[in-house]
């Protein structure tokens, strides 16, 4: 799944105050979202990444968003094709990773070759997820209605099974 829906979804959430508009707008693209895109997906629009705190802040985007390319970075399947949320996450799998001399050129390195490869929607969306200021309204009760339709399963197994799983 490319991050442009993701991000249009999460802009669509963004901008309705209804409840089940919202639950419907996130089923629908969990149904779209191949098994293992799942949790990142639902991360994402929960408004948090899956490596948690990573650690960056403005001053490391603005650094990044100015650093030059690097043609040895492999973040990417292919250098004109729009970015998946898979690469996404494992672009930040691997800021996660860098640690000890010179850790934080590399950081700016990776973290400006991601901002590079996407459009300013999904720059600003994914740098509001990065310093978590995510806000659009899916909490975990939407988040968990959503995956109860998507899966067609009761609402209240996939609260238990959230609630068993800490």
């Given at each position: 799944m490319l991050l442009a829906e993701l991000v249009e979804t999460s802009g669509r959430i963004t901008a309705t105050p209804a409840r089940l508009e919202k639950v419907a707008l996130i089923a629908d693209l969990l149904r779209r979202a191949?098994?293992?895109?799942?949790?990142?997906?639902?991360?994402?629009?929960?408004?948090?990444?899956?490596?948690?705190?990573?650690?960056?802040?403005?001053?490391?985007?603005?650094?990044?968003?100015?650093?030059?390319?690097?043609?040895?970075?492999?973040?990417?399947?292919?250098?004109?094709?729009?970015?998946t949320i898979l690469e996404v996450d494992r672009a930040f799998e691997q800021l996660t990773?860098?640690?000890?001399?010179?850790?934080?050129?590399?950081?700016?390195?990776?973290?400006?070759?991601?901002?590079?490869?996407?459009?300013?929607?999904?720059?600003?969306?994914?740098?509001?997820?990065?310093?978590g200021e995510l806000r659009q309204g899916a909490l975990a009760g939407v988040m968990e209605e959503a995956i109860a339709q998507a899966s067609a399963l009761p609402a209240d197994s996939i609260r238990r099974a959230v609630m068993l799983a800490g």
């Open positions: 191949a098994p293992d895109e799942i949790p990142v997906v639902t991360a994402f629009l929960s408004g948090r990444l899956r490596q948690g705190r990573i650690g960056l802040g403005w001053a490391a985007f603005d650094e990044a968003s100015r650093a030059p390319a690097d043609e040895n970075l492999d973040l990417f399947a292919g250098a004109d094709s729009p970015p990773k860098l640690t000890g001399p010179r850790s934080a050129q590399a950081r700016t390195r990776v973290l400006g070759e991601l901002m590079r490869r996407v459009t300013p929607a999904e720059r600003d969306f994914l740098i509001r997820l990065a310093l």
